[in-house]
């Protein structure tokens, strides 16, 4: 506002300065008329110039003035856009300074929070190392038992192998052993069933002999009737009965013939 005063003041003594030499011009020019008439035309000369230069002076005025209307339209939005923007730029600073504030705060979260984290990764790096070690001893461990453990195996290993190779050598003379007790127990029964065979033939020969001899003394009794004395008679007879009853004795203590023996006898005398 101040300004603008001292321009207006600025403006008016300049005006002042040259309506004094615009005077000083007219009057300079009076003086070289040497007639009134020369004068009044002078001054009526002078008189429609200044019209004319205030009619055109007033137009550019008009056109000034509206040209200052719309600069000073402009400079009041300017203002308002100014005020809005100083007004934008209080609220920007506002915000920035609450944006500055929260990430501060965020800063500073986010730095307890790292130490916090970087204390749990030392303390998880301590355990996962603690347990590193407990399993490379384990491992260490695992590994000593496992050469122990390989090593009896190669020795049961060998054990079992030294207890197979002697079980197959017992199977193996078991086996032998066995065809040799077979084949002497084949042998055996063969000797068995020729033995049963020949005692059956014989058992077979005594009993047709017994049948032959109970047959014998009737035919002989007959005959012997009418020849020969009754104590000769009686002599001979008590002899064939003793020799039967001998016989008899013997077929009896003959074993039982086999089914299969009779068999093969049969069909022998078939």
């Known amino acids: 506002m101040e300004k603008l005063g001292k321009a207006k003041a600025k403006a008016a003594r300049e005006e002042k300065q040259k309506e004094q030499k615009l005077e000083e011009l007219v009057l300079k020019s009076l003086e070289e008329c040497t007639t009134p008439e020369d004068k009044v035309k002078l001054l009526l000369q002078r008189h429609v110039e200044s019209e004319k230069n205030v009619s055109r002076l007033t137009g550019e005025v008009r056109v000034l003035?509206?040209?200052?209307?719309?600069?000073?339209?402009?400079?009041e939005q300017v203002q308002r856009d100014l005020n809005k923007s100083v007004l934008m730029r209080d609220k920007l600073q506002e915000v920035c300074r609450e944006q500055q504030r929260i990430i501060k705060s965020v800063k500073n979260e986010s730095m307890l929070q790292i130490k916090v984290e970087e204390e749990r990764r030392k303390e998880s790096q301590t355990k996962f190392q603690s347990s590193l070690n407990d399993v490379q001893k384990s491992l260490a461990k695992n590994n000593e038992e496992n050469i122990k453990l390989r090593d009896y195996n190669i020795e049961m290993t060998k054990k079992l192998k030294l207890l197979a190779e002697q079980y197959q050598t017992r199977e193996q003379h078991l086996e032998k052993l066995n065809e040799q007790v077979q084949l002497e127990a084949q042998l055996h029964q063969a000797k068995?069933?020729?033995?049963?065979?020949?005692?059956?033939?014989?058992k077979e020969i005594l009993t047709k002999l017994v049948a032959q001899l109970?047959?014998?003394?009737?035919?002989?009794?007959?005959?012997?009737?009418?020849?020969?004395?009754?104590?000769g008679s009686n002599r001979e007879g008590a002899s064939v009965k003793g020799t039967v009853k001998y016989l008899h004795g013997q077929v009896r203590r003959l074993p039982a013939i086999p089914a299969k023996v009779e068999r093969s006898i049969r069909k022998l005398q078939g």
């Open 192 to 202: 068995l069933n020729k033995a049963q065979v020949e005692a059956a033939m014989e």
């Open 65 to 75: 003035q509206r040209h200052m209307e719309s600069q000073q339209r402009e400079k």
């Open 214 to 231: 109970l047959r014998k003394p009737n035919r002989s009794g007959k005959a012997a009737a009418g020849a020969a004395s009754h104590q």
